[in-house]
């Protein structure tokens, strides 16, 4: 079965960190471009992180830049996203996403384009 597994979610204070994981099954991360979302109660989804398997570039929604860092570890198939300096706007269920594309496709700011598989989610929340 193919499939993402998210984990590493969890409670944290402001101004904490959590490093989020993105493991697969049935196929291998390193060869499609890769995305970290979010949604908030209330909220649309919107795009986090991405990165691209063509070349490694990887990109960030403005809310996060400087906060958090996307990264692959092929070894262990799976791509993280570090998560510092959190605050309590940063809390929603975070999902990763594939696509099969190669590339960080979007036609406006961090709504990426993902064609392939989308985890379950896991939870992440910030609050004093």
């Known amino acids: 079965q193919v499939q993402?597994?998210?984990?590493?979610?969890?409670?944290?204070?402001?101004?904490?960190?959590?490093?989020?994981?993105?493991?697969?099954?049935?196929?291998?991360?390193?060869?499609?471009?890769?995305?970290?979302?979010?949604?908030a109660p209330g909220k649309e989804r919107e795009g986090v992180s991405c990165t691209e398997?063509?070349?490694?570039?990887t990109y960030y929604a403005n809310s996060v830049k400087g906060r958090f860092t996307i990264s692959r570890d092929s070894a262990r198939n799976t791509?993280?996203?570090?998560?510092?300096?959190?605050?309590?706007?940063?809390t929603a269920v975070y999902y990763c996403a594939s696509d099969f594309s190669g590339v960080c496709y979007t036609d406006y700011e961090a709504d990426w384009r993902m064609n392939g598989y989308w985890g379950q989610g896991t939870q992440v929340t910030v609050s004093s």
Do not use: A
């Open 4 to 39: 993402l597994v998210e984990s590493g979610g969890g409670s944290v204070q402001p101004g904490g960190s959590l490093r989020l994981s993105c493991t697969s099954s049935g196929f291998t991360l390193d060869d499609d471009t890769i995305g970290w979302f979010r949604q």
């Open 53 to 57: 398997s063509s070349n490694g570039n």
């Open 79 to 90: 791509v993280y996203l570090q998560m510092n300096s959190l605050k309590p706007e940063d």
